[in-house]
């Protein structure tokens, strides 16, 4: 059975830092390619990063780039969204992803 299960959210004041989980089951995972979305209130859901199988190739949305790091632990079957100076406008929900499936999603709320 697949499952991603993310953690890490919560509330952060601007300019503070998260870093999120997503712990991966039920797949080759060292094999996948993993990204992170996340969809704020009204908005479609966008991608926030990619990362290749290997960990040599990295995309971001030029909204974070600069300020989230995409990351994987292929022996522990998790993927990591580090990220620092958090905005106000990056809150939303943050979902893990790989191929067609999803996590539960983490909520990430900045705020004062």
């Known amino acids: 059975q697949v499952q991603l299960v993310e953690s890490g959210g919560g509330l952060v004041q601007p300019g503070g830092s998260l870093t999120l989980s997503c712990a991966a089951s039920?797949?080759?995972?060292?094999?996948?390619?993993m990204s992170w979305y996340r969809q704020a209130p009204g908005k479609e859901r966008e991608l926030v990063a990619r990362i290749s199988t290997s960990d040599n190739n990295r995309n971001y949305a030029d909204s974070v780039k600069g300020r989230f790091t995409i990351s994987r632990d292929n022996a522990k079957n998790t993927v990591y969204l580090q990220m620092i100076s958090l905005k106000p406008e990056d809150t939303a929900v943050y979902y893990c992803n790989t191929a067609a499936m999803w996590g539960q999603g983490t909520q990430v709320t900045v705020s004062s």
């Open positions: 039920g797949f080759p995972f060292s094999r996948a390619v």
